[in-house]
């Protein structure tokens, strides 16, 4: 578990989309954000009160968390002396970056003598059980694709934020880097040994009072074969009781695989379906969560009714619209 | 790759089953075992001829490999001796245990001093890719189950046996520990990081001769919760040409998960292929293995009989009478 609230560094971010992941905490946990360090030349902006590292400290920041992606996948001198002073400071360091902070020597050795922790949210943290398939208590729901980079993870946030504001148990329960950043905590289950993945996302998603809701941020999709391994040990191992389905409609093939189209919305309410039941026969699709991002407003909405009525479900932009229909269901349950 | 012929150590197995590891080399690759090497009390025997480490190398043993499961997880000092003296003796050392032997710092530093190699089958030794789903040449045949430890092993390694008798082109490609020691190379796929899952299989089955086949050990079951994500990237991973149905008909519930029951052998076909025809449109189920151990030989005959006319497929039990009618359909492809 990351302590929180953060200070976020966005470094020599070149533009903004460098910085999404200190976008991502600041637009789901501002209330974990103190404020944001910016090196010279840096591009990205969140709105947040500019702090030195003591500023930062006497607000209350417990760790600073790489909200930028580097370049060339290098932490660079420039970023160091900044990681280096922060854990001089008192700071833990948080980074979901492909190079590990543990293995920049300098960082590792100020850290042990500083007492301080160097958070690596790529590598998985804890010795995960393998999955033994018990039904646990309360609820869970997740998002499956029709492809991987559909809104999945954008879903499960909008809807844990909007049911915790219509006063409902809910918990975030990040399965990928991102994720993690922005609520402190999670499985990052691209990293998990095979045997593992499910007894993971047991180990994530533990029994709970009957009316709590886990939003269980999906991954991958049945359909995409590089990584439909880690969909399905996310659905066996979530338990879900309600799936919702996730689709960018102006999509031409699955994320990398040139050769493979995406598959119909009934295809993959069918097969989720399939495969969610052999862990839990109770288990429904509730709705239908459309990324519309490349669609007019009176494109959208007409793709959202088509849609809607021809499976008999909602469906809604969650960017557009906010999350209400799905919510709805998920009560009706 | 390890390299062969081995010495086939049996330590001091307390009971034959102990060493199945080392049966099982024996039976699929005889041409591999130049001897075996037992200790005091070892109550196994492989029928090989009992040999000295000078025995075995100056009758050309280049691996010993530990066949032999150890009690309590250790590695005991009386093995430990053994070990360390076929280092000294210029033998490679081969283990599937869950303790590592590069762990063993006795071992790593003798290894390291007389330059041997120590593989440890557990760990994958290689950077898989991320799966890119292009087509390769060439065929493949996956086993895949109703449940886990139902037979799929067995039934891939008899297939690749006569298939190669039957003068075809066939490989057989381990995806686990006992495979890997069997034929001395493969993918330890339970033990690759999820996000490489399925790049591991299309690493293990590259291109190939358009008549040869890649016969694919099968892991896991898409119902066994515990273990389904392995046998979905298993299955996008390997773009099967042939799905083979493995089934154990007395079994009561899934291996390890007393409340989920088994699927019907149609579920399976019905689930496999629409699973194998997203990276494979042309696949094909093309027969059924069943491990009949448990029933007589008239109950295995008017078992395999009625599930043959039910599924309109052929039906067999490997180990009983070969596989030749799965042969058949392979070729008739």
């Given at each position: 578990m990351i302590e929180t609230p953060y200070l976020l560094f966005l470094g020599d971010a070149p533009d903004p989309l460098?910085?999404?992941?200190?976008?991502?905490?600041?637009?789901?946990?501002?209330?974990?954000?103190?404020?944001q360090f910016r090196m010279e030349g840096c591009k990205a902006d969140m709105k947040l009160p500019d702090m030195t590292l003591a500023e930062a400290k006497a607000a209350g920041a417990k760790t600073l968390v790489i909200g930028v992606a580097n370049r060339g996948g290098k932490?660079?001198?420039?970023?160091?002396?900044?990681?280096?002073?922060?854990?001089?400071?008192?700071?833990?360091?948080a980074s979901g970056l492909h190079n590990l902070l543990r293995n920049e020597t300098d960082?590792?050795?100020?850290?042990?003598?500083?007492?301080?922790?160097?958070?690596?949210?790529?590598?998985?943290?804890?010795e995960y059980p393998i999955a033994n398939g018990e039904k646990r208590r309360g609820k869970r729901v997740l998002a499956i694709g029709t492809d991987c980079s559909i809104g999945k993870m954008y879903t499960a946030l909008a809807l844990d934020r909007d049911m915790r504001?219509?006063?409902?148990?809910?918990?975030?329960?990040?399965?990928?880097?991102?994720g993690i950043l922005i609520t402190g905590e999670g499985v990052p289950l691209d990293a998990v040994i095979a045997d593992f993945m499910a007894g993971s996302i047991e180990w994530l998603t533990p029994d709970n009072d009957e009316d709590h809701w886990d939003v269980i941020e999906g991954q991958?999709?049945?359909?995409?074969?590089?990584?439909?391994?880690?969909?399905?040990?996310?659905?066996?191992?979530?338990?879900?009781?309600?799936?919702?389905?996730?689709?960018?409609?102006?999509?031409?093939?699955?994320?990398?695989?040139?050769?493979y189209g995406l598959p119909a919305l009934e295809d993959l309410r069918d097969l989720?379906?399939?495969?969610?039941k052999i862990a839990n026969?109770?288990?429904?699709?509730?709705?239908?969560?459309?990324?519309?991002?490349?669609?007019?407003?009176a494109e959208a909405?007409?793709?959202?009714?088509?849609?809607?009525?021809?499976?008999?479900?909602?469906?809604?932009?969650?960017?557009?619209?906010?999350?209400?229909?799905?919510?709805?269901?998920?009560?009706a349950l």
């Amino acid at each position: 578990m990351i302590e929180t609230p953060y200070l976020l560094f966005l470094g020599d971010a070149p533009d903004p989309l460098a910085a999404k992941v200190a976008q991502g905490i600041k637009d789901w946990r501002p209330e974990n954000c103190v404020g944001q360090f910016r090196m010279e030349g840096c591009k990205a902006d969140m709105k947040l009160p500019d702090m030195t590292l003591a500023e930062a400290k006497a607000a209350g920041a417990k760790t600073l968390v790489i909200g930028v992606a580097n370049r060339g996948g290098k932490i660079s001198a420039s970023w160091k002396e900044v990681l280096l002073d922060a854990l001089d400071q008192d700071f833990d360091l948080a980074s979901g970056l492909h190079n590990l902070l543990r293995n920049e020597t300098d960082l590792s050795e100020k850290a042990a003598a500083t007492g301080r922790t160097l958070h690596d949210v790529r590598v998985p943290a804890v010795e995960y059980p393998i999955a033994n398939g018990e039904k646990r208590r309360g609820k869970r729901v997740l998002a499956i694709g029709t492809d991987c980079s559909i809104g999945k993870m954008y879903t499960a946030l909008a809807l844990d934020r909007d049911m915790r504001a219509a006063g409902m148990k809910s918990t975030f329960r990040a399965t990928g880097q991102t994720g993690i950043l922005i609520t402190g905590e999670g499985v990052p289950l691209d990293a998990v040994i095979a045997d593992f993945m499910a007894g993971s996302i047991e180990w994530l998603t533990p029994d709970n009072d009957e009316d709590h809701w886990d939003v269980i941020e999906g991954q991958g999709s049945l359909y995409h074969v590089s990584f439909s391994g880690v969909t399905l040990a996310l659905i066996h191992g979530g338990q879900p009781d309600a799936l919702i389905l996730c689709h960018e409609p102006t999509r031409t093939h699955m994320r990398g695989l040139p050769g493979y189209g995406l598959p119909a919305l009934e295809d993959l309410r069918d097969l989720g379906l399939q495969m969610a039941k052999i862990a839990n026969p109770d288990c429904q699709v509730v709705g239908i969560s459309v990324n519309t991002a490349a669609l007019s407003d009176a494109e959208a909405e007409a793709y959202l009714e088509e849609v809607s009525a021809r499976m008999g479900l909602p469906a809604v932009d969650p960017y557009r619209h906010g999350t209400q229909p799905l919510i709805a269901a998920l009560q009706a349950l």
